[in-house]
């Protein structure tokens, strides 16, 4: 391993170490279980391992049922009669008590320091539902150990499975800032055929978060089920497709005072319809991100209106993927009841923070009662040329 991998495998351990022995006697789970279990798992904190393995004998012997008492053996005889025995016991405590946080913590850290990858991706899964305190840290440990591809390959068979804790294991790595973890099992699971929409889609934005554009495209564009030849900028802008709200598709998000639908064209084809309710609107939510080359460009559309009101009309806005850099502003329109061809000449500027770019549609009027619209705008052949 890496430094930074043994490093991070050095903590999980810790953190398994942590849930074995906080964990059952923090969150009162030994109030379930017979005094004597109480008291043999108190001698065996206490260091005193003969007297803990004798009471969970005794316990097992008047009441077989007792699965957690395996698990205080195997933690009091650890090491005797050798590492096969030791594996033998915590395997037979992992039978009794599957929900004993200390026999799959051990468990977990002899199948990672042994390579069995597969085992561990299982006994970890399971920790997350038995060591709630550690769940936290345990999501952040397994991105991190996600960073070795043997690793996510068998954690993604795992995911296959789609256990309880998927959702939050593929969150967990998308947020953790480390690409190759994200890369390495999102990547496995799309080879299986296991990732899915929103998976995906939350992928490609934790890359365009991280500054990772062309990765993002090369993802998204890997993902398309019939790509074209040379690919629309921006993508769908005829709106052939329902925006898909994800990768390099138009994304709308909810505005209050907006609707947007598609409708379709007496030529032939489908235009994007904007609705403004009456109410202050600053961004409209119909935005694209892209990604261009330095140097001039031209986004060409068409657009019409119907009853619009407005103080300044909309045009559309062009910012750097850093969030920081404007590139500028153009193809304002206020008023056209016939579709009317508009254009906006822009300069994608060289250097970084400009691998990307976001085109949004924004009311330019100043905030408060100027930025309030009513009426339709409608949307069509929207596309980026030299």
Not at 24 to 38: K, P
Not at 61 to 73: C, E, K, L, S, T
Not at 214 to 230: D, N, Q
Not at 299 to 326: I, K, Y
Request: glycine residues 10%; aromatic residues 6%.
């Amino acid at each position: 391993m890496s430094p930074a991998r043994w490093i991070a495998f050095v903590a999980l351990i810790a953190v398994l170490v942590a849930a074995g022995y906080g964990l059952v006697t923090t969150r009162g789970e030994l109030q379930r279980l017979h005094e004597d279990l109480a008291a043999a798992n108190a001698a065996l904190q206490q260091g005193d391992k003969p007297r803990a393995a004798a009471i969970a004998r005794d316990v097992l012997a008047r009441a077989p049922v007792m699965g957690r008492a395996f698990g205080i053996i195997a933690r009091a005889e650890d090491g005797k009669g050798g590492a096969d025995a030791t594996r033998a016991r915590y395997g037979t405590a992992a039978r009794r008590a599957p929900r004993d946080p200390q026999v799959r913590g051990w468990l977990a850290t002899h199948a990672l320091q042994s390579g069995d990858f597969a085992a561990a991706a299982d006994h970890l899964d399971a920790l997350l539902t038995v060591a709630p305190a550690q769940r936290q840290q345990l999501l952040e440990l397994i991105a991190q150990l996600a960073q070795d591809p043997a690793f996510a390959e068998a954690l993604a068979t795992h995911l296959v499975q789609r256990p309880q804790w998927r959702a939050a294991i593929l969150r967990a790595t998308t947020a953790s800032r480390i690409p190759e973890a994200a890369d390495n099992l999102h990547g496995a699971l799309r080879a299986q055929g296991a990732l899915d929409a929103d998976d995906t889609a939350r992928w490609i934005d934790g890359m365009l978060r991280d500054g990772r554009w062309g990765s993002a495209y090369a993802r998204w564009v890997s993902g398309l089920e019939t790509p074209p030849e040379r690919l629309p900028v921006p993508w769908n802008g005829d709106f052939s497709r329902a925006p898909s709200s994800s990768g390099f598709d138009w994304r709308v998000r909810r505005v209050p005072g907006v609707l947007f639908d598609r409708i379709p064209l007496d030529s032939g084809g489908h235009a994007a319809r904007l609705r403004f309710l009456g109410r202050p609107v600053g961004d409209t939510g119909l935005e694209v991100p892209m990604l261009l080359a330095p140097g001039d460009h031209v986004l060409h559309l068409r657009a019409r209106t119907q009853g619009l009101r407005s103080d300044q009309g909309l045009e559309w806005r062009l910012t750097c993927s850093d969030g920081r850099t404007a590139i500028g502003a153009g193809a304002r329109v206020r008023e056209a009841r016939v579709w009317a061809e508009l254009a906006f000449t822009f300069t994608v500027p060289a250097g970084e923070g400009c691998e990307g770019q976001w085109l949004r549609l924004v009311n330019p009027a100043p905030r408060g009662v100027a930025q309030i619209l009513r009426g339709e705008l409608h949307l069509a052949d929207l596309q980026v040329g030299p």
